[in-house]
């Protein structure tokens, strides 16, 4: 009798809980594109904000509109309400995001490593 090995390629969804909130995402290719441009946009714009003083409103506005990019739309509005977050607190949330992320990436890295199970 011979026994076939069987491999299955799915895209685990990660979940996350940000006040009290359920949110998810698929760490994939797509995903970690959009992490990535965020994320040095989001960069540009703060050494932005430093140099030029400028007031935190765009910057909230932008990055929630990464945090909606990355969670689904309406996330922000979800975790705060009508209440316009304060950049320091989404930046907290994407790198949240960005840790679970990055954290099932090495988890998947390191199965690959050792020929382990997932």
Do not use: Q
């Not at 304060?86 to 954290?103: E, N």
């Amino acid at each position: 009798m011979m026994f076939m090995k069987n491999l299955l390629i799915e895209a685990p969804e990660i979940p996350l809980c940000i006040n009290g909130k359920e949110f998810s995402f698929i760490p994939d290719s797509d995903f970690a594109e959009h992490l990535s441009l965020l994320a040095k946009e989001a960069g540009e714009r703060a050494e932005e904000c430093k140099d030029t003083g400028e007031d935190t409103t765009e910057a909230s506005a932008f990055l929630s509109y990464a945090v909606d990019t990355l969670l689904g739309d309406g996330a922000v509005e979800k975790i705060f309400g009508d209440v316009l977050p304060d950049p320091l607190d989404l930046c907290d949330i994407l790198g949240y995001i960005a840790d679970a992320f990055h954290a099932y990436r090495r988890r998947r890295l390191n199965r690959l490593k050792e020929g382990s199970e997932w």
